[in-house]
Structure formats: C-alpha cells, structure tokens
C-alpha cells in the first residue's frame, strides 16, 4: 500500500506562479512511475505531465506544455510540480498519482494505482 500526501497549491494571479508536492510513503517510491492529473469543476479528471521511474523521462499534456514542469526525489520519496505562467484554465483540483505501468497523455484514471488527496489551484484573471 502507497499513500501519497499532498502540499502546496493556493490563490494566485494570472502569470503566476505554483509549486505542488507529493510525498510518498508505504512503499518503494522508485518503482512507481508518478505523476499529476486534475480536474475542475464540471469536467472529466484529465492527464497533466508524468514522470518515469528515474527522473529522466516526462510526458505533459499539450495545455501545459512550456509551463509546467515534473520532477522527482527518489531519495525523498518525493514529486513536485512546478507551474509557472499560470493561467485562469488551470484553474483546477490537481491530484498526485502513481503506477507501475507506463504513462501515455491518453492515460485516464481508472489506470492510475494510487492517488493523492487532491489540492485545489486557483488562478484570477
């Protein structure tokens, strides 16, 4: 069993700027391949970035593509996200995930092993 804790997200103004944290305990982080999804309000959960088991490889949804960026701490157990040139459409809950099977843009969340509790972005135009 993973459980997968949430921080950071917030208020902020258009062009701004978020950091989301993901910490991860139960079970060997490094095996799972992590990742981030989020949904707002109305809509379907949808894939955001990804990030393989050792860091090297992402994957981002095409909307935030230049914007976002995923990373991880094998050592910590941890992965963040960190968003930058925030827009009004971002805002959204967004949700730490993880899987031990590889991740595509067109993953959806009944793939998904495990999530965060979800932490809610707010972007003002």
């Known amino acids: 069993q993973v459980q997968l804790v949430q921080s950071g997200g917030g208020f902020v103004q258009a062009g701004g700027s978020l950091r989301l944290s993901c910490a991860a305990s139960?079970?060997?982080?490094?095996?799972?391949?992590m990742g981030w999804f989020r949904q707002a309000p109305g809509k379907e959960r949808e894939f955001v970035a990804a990030?393989?088991?050792?860091?090297?490889?992402?994957l981002y949804a095409d909307s935030v593509k230049g914007r976002f960026t995923i990373s991880r701490d094998n050592a910590k157990s941890t992965t963040s996200l960190q968003m930058n040139s925030l827009k009004p459409e971002d805002t959204a809950v967004y949700y730490c995930a993880g899987k031990t099977t590889p991740w595509f843009t067109s993953t959806t969340p009944n793939e998904i092993d495990y999530w965060g509790q979800g932490t809610q972005v707010t972007v003002s135009s």
């Open positions: 139960g079970h060997t982080f490094s095996t799972y391949r």
């Open positions: 990030i393989s088991r050792n860091g090297e490889n992402t």
